[in-house]
């Protein structure tokens, strides 16, 4: 059965530091995109980042260029979120998600992304 | 960056009705849009794929159709579990923009 599980979350001052982690089970995490998506309390969904396979391609939501990054260990089978200069409005829960693209699915290779398998997420507050 | 607007942010409906929401890009996205369901403490999932395809598993009550700019997620009869927030993402360019969301309530 295909899951992703997140942990790391918790409570952080302004200005402080959280890595998120997510380990992937069931299916071969080498071969797919990852993402990161977010949701503040009681608000909707909010896309932050995601890689690629071997990690050479990131990318990034502009709230957070340059104070999150992503990362991957393909042995390990898991994915990161380091998360630094914490501000209250990165308060939010944050899912890991698998992004099938390019992928055949029912006889067609779609090229863009599909988010097919969440998380549970894990939650993020931050506040002093 | 391509805004996403749904409507209506929430509605009510009986179990049986048949139900539309829209959701429309401020560009161009041809087909690359995907809708998701979301229940209270629950992660989204996956309902439908560029704009039209049905996720394995989810039921054929649940359908979607548009191109370009204009799309519509409909449930052709309301089931008490489909009660949820439904959410639409464009998936054409980054950052990967998500619909505001509309919550389907019961009547």
Redesign the interface.
């Known amino acids: 059965e295909v899951q992703v599980e997140e942990s790391g979350g918790g409570l952080v001052q302004p200005g402080g530091s959280l890595r998120l982690s997510c380990a992937a089970f069931g299916f071969t995490f080498s071969s797919y995109w990852m ?1 990161w998506v977010r949701q503040a309390p009681g608000k ?4 932050v980042a ?1 890689i690629n396979q071997d990690g050479s391609d990131k ?4 709230s957070v260029k340059g104070r999150f990054t992503i990362s991957r260990d393909n042995a390990k089978n898991s994915l990161y979120l380091q998360m630094n200069s914490l501000r209250a409005e990165d308060t939010a829960v944050y ?1 890991c998600v698998r992004d099938r693209r390019n992928f055949l ?2 006889g ?1 290779i ?1 090229t ?5 398998s ?4 894990t939650l993020v507050t931050v506040s002093s | ?1 391509i805004q996403m607007t749904q409507s209506p942010s929430s509605l009510s409906a009986s179990v049986g009705d048949r139900v539309t929401i829209t959701c429309r890009a401020s560009q161009s996205i041809t087909s ?1 849009l ?1 809708w ?1 369901q ?1 229940k209270p403490g629950k ?4 309902l439908i ?2 704009a039209s ?1 049905l ?2 598993g989810v039921p054929s009550r649940f359908s979607g159709s548009g191109s370009g700019t204009d799309f519509t997620l409909t449930i052709s009869t309301l089931q008490p579990e489909d009660f949820a927030t439904y ?1 639409c ?1 464009q ?2 360019s ?8 509309t919550k389907v309530e019961i009547k």
């Open positions: 993402d909707g969904l909010e896309w995601n990318n990034y939501v502009d899912y699915v029912r067609v779609i863009r992304a599909q988010f097919d969440w998380g549970q997420g | 960056d690359h995907s998701y979301q992660s989204p999932k996956l794929y560029v395809s996720q394995s959410y993402q998936t054409y980054t950052p990967l923009t998500f619909g505001g969301g």
